[in-house]
Nanobody, 119 residues
Framework: QVQLVESGGGLVQAGGSLRLSCVAS????????MAWYRQAPGKQRELVAS???????NYADSVKDRFTIARDNAKNTVSLQMNSLKAGDTALYYC?????????????WGQGTQVTVSS
């Protein structure tokens, strides 16, 4: 069984910073792309940032130059450093990973961690 567990959410004032972390555990053969998504109340879940196994990154336009995604392949972790936070960044943030287990690739999600930015 594979699990993704996030940590690091919380309440912060506008302009502040938070760092989210996610660790994958279980019977993992390989982790391909890892990503962070978010979902605000009444809105669809959206991609925030992604990173491939060889380190190529992609960001939503709304977070470019403010957020940084990174991963540690040895530890099966992915992080999201969020700076200059805005009220519009308030959402439930989910860790996502494409994981090869039992010779097949599966799409896994964490349980979500709440980020609330007060203006």
């Amino acid at each position: 069984q594979v699990q993704l567990v996030e940590s690091g959410g919380g309440l912060v004032q506008a302009g502040g910073s938070l760092r989210l972390s996610c660790v994958a555990s279980g019977r993992i053969l390989r982790i391909n792309t890892m990503a962070w998504y978010r979902q605000a109340p009444g809105k669809q879940r959206e991609l925030v940032a992604s990173i491939t196994s060889d380190g190529r990154t992609n960001y939503a336009d709304s977070v470019k130059d403010r957020f940084t995604i990174a991963r540690d392949n040895a530890k099966n972790t992915v992080s999201l450093q969020m700076n200059s936070l805005k009220a519009g960044d308030t959402a439930l943030y989910y860790c996502n990973a494409l994981i090869v287990a039992s010779l097949s690739q599966y799409n896994y999600w964490g349980q979500g961690t709440q980020v609330t930015v007060s203006s």
